[in-house]
């Protein structure tokens, strides 16, 4: 069993095309805290796809 992926909020994470109807070109979102993430709205966070995360420093 993979860990639980929980990256620390302020993380950018962009996603990979993946086969949905609705969203055949991937997704990029900003982690916030709780458990939720922000893009062109908030919601829980999403793990579907293939992930590369980018996160901030300093």
Do not use: C
């Amino acid at each position: 069993m993979a860990p639980k992926f929980d990256p620390k909020w302020g993380a950018v994470l962009v996603f990979a095309p993946y086969n949905s109807p609705r969203n055949p070109h991937g997704h990029i979102y900003v982690t916030l805290p709780g458990g939720r993430e922000a893009s062109d709205h908030i919601q829980n966070r999403s793990t579907r796809g293939t992930q590369r995360v980018f996160v901030p420093i300093g």
